[in-house]
């Protein structure tokens, strides 16, 4: 005897209530299937202003997810590079993952870019090329044990 049921799906840009209920339940025992144990893998958002003289200089957003911390963002007004700015916004969000439990911090970043070098000496290690990626170009993402 074959299935007559159908199956349809729907785009939203919200789950509706039920969906919600169904994730919950579903990831709680992918969890306990995949690891053993239930995983926190809520997000905790952080966002950081590095100011000099009062004036906004830099800014970072980490992302924090199961022990993950994530780099999102990381800019230096073009002026104020080389003077320490990115370095102590870098270390302050490892303060705050190490803070939060976290074992790594990642970050993806232009394969080419002056970015790279800059992370590499703060103890970040190659991990993956990611070939035409973001806006077709060639990204590589870094890491670092914390």
């Known amino acids: 005897m074959t299935d007559q049921t159908t199956t349809s799906v729907e785009v ?3 789950l509706p209530s039920d969906a919600e209920a169904f994730t919950e339940q579903a990831w709680a025992a992918a969890d306990l299937e995949h690891f053993g144990r239930a995983v926190d893998f809520s997000k905790k958002k952080f966002s950081l202003v590095a100011r000099r003289n009062g004036t906004v200089c830099g800014i970072a957003r980490l992302q924090i ?10 800019l230096v007004d073009t002026s104020q590079r080389r003077l320490g700015v990115g370095t102590k916004l870098v270390r302050e969000m490892e303060q705050i993952a190490r803070q939060h439990q976290c074992h790594k911090i990642t970050l993806l970043t232009g394969k080419d870019w002056p970015a790279v070098p800059f992370y590499t000496n703060l103890g970040f290690i190659f991990v993956a ?18």
């Open 129 to 146: 090329e990611l070939p035409n990626y973001y806006a077709r170009h060639d990204f590589v993402e870094l890491a670092k044990e914390l």
């Open 12 to 14: 939203a840009t919200d």
């Open 65 to 74: 997810k199961a022990g993950i911390a994530r780099i999102d963002e990381l």
